[in-house]
Nanobody
């Protein structure tokens, strides 16, 4: 089994910062990429940031210059440093990991349970 576990959400005032963490655990052969998505009430889930196994990153235009995705040499865990937060960043943030488990030759997409981020004005 593989699990993706998030932590670090909460309530913060506009202009503040939060750091989210995401750890994949279980029978993992390799991690191909990991990323953060968010879903605000009444909206579709959207990509926030992603980091590949090679270290390449990609960000949504709305968070460029404010959010930073990072990891360590093991590519696990992955962090999302969120600075200069705005009320429109309020959403449930989900971690997604594309993982090759030890028991399969293909990779699968795993989602965390989500963590609430609320930014007050």
């Amino acid at each position: 089994q593989v699990q993706v576990l998030e932590s670090g959400g909460g309530l913060v005032q506009a202009g503040g910062s939060l750091r989210l963490s995401c750890a994949a655990q279980g029978r993992i052969s390799s991690i191909n990429h990991m990323g953060w998505y968010r879903q605000a009430p009444g909206k579709e889930r959207e990509l926030v940031a992603i980091i590949t196994s090679g270290g390449s990153t990609n960000y949504a235009d709305s968070v460029k210059g404010r959010f930073t995705i990072s990891t360590n040499n093991a590519k696990n865990p992955v962090y999302l440093q969120m600075n200069s937060l705005k009320p429109e960043d309020t959403a449930v943030y989900y971690c997604n990991a594309n993982i090759s488990p030890t028991w399969a030759t293909s990779s699968f997409s795993y989602w965390g349970q989500g963590t609430q981020v609320t930014v007050s004005s």
